[in-house]
């Protein structure tokens, strides 16, 4: 199945993961996906996120498992929010970048130094393409 938005795709299978109370979701895997899910499990969304090989599907064919993160019986996050998408990129410089919820939630920006979270974009002074907001 062609995706017009993968990231997109990805934030709302985890979603849908939450709200259906699963123990994993699985999806293909690409490099921006992967780094999206390192980002989420170092910021304590999700509890492990790995490539793995499926022969069964094709050879040499690779899926992203994630492994989603409940405390008690909620989960780590409640909404995610796609920020700039295919049709319309939003960009922002360091200083103007938002917050969410007060800082409760995170914002994640595609800058020259790949993707990094709100924090580290102001600590570094960067700006860049603010991907989606997760809280």
Known sequence: M??????ADMLI????????????????TSKIKVKLAQILVDQGFLKKAEVVKDEKIRKGFQQLRLELKY?????AFTNVKRISKPGVRLYAKADKIPFVRQ??????ISSSKG????QQAKKDNLGGEIICQIW
Do not use: F
């Open 2 to 7: 062609v995706v017009s938005d993968p990231i």
């Open 71 to 75: 405390k008690g019986n909620t989960p």
């Open 13 to 28: 299978r985890i979603k849908n993961g939450y709200l259906a109370k699963k123990k994993l979701v699985v999806l293909p």
């Open 115 to 118: 993707l990094i979270t709100n």
């Open 103 to 108: 800082g409760v939630g995170i914002t994640i």
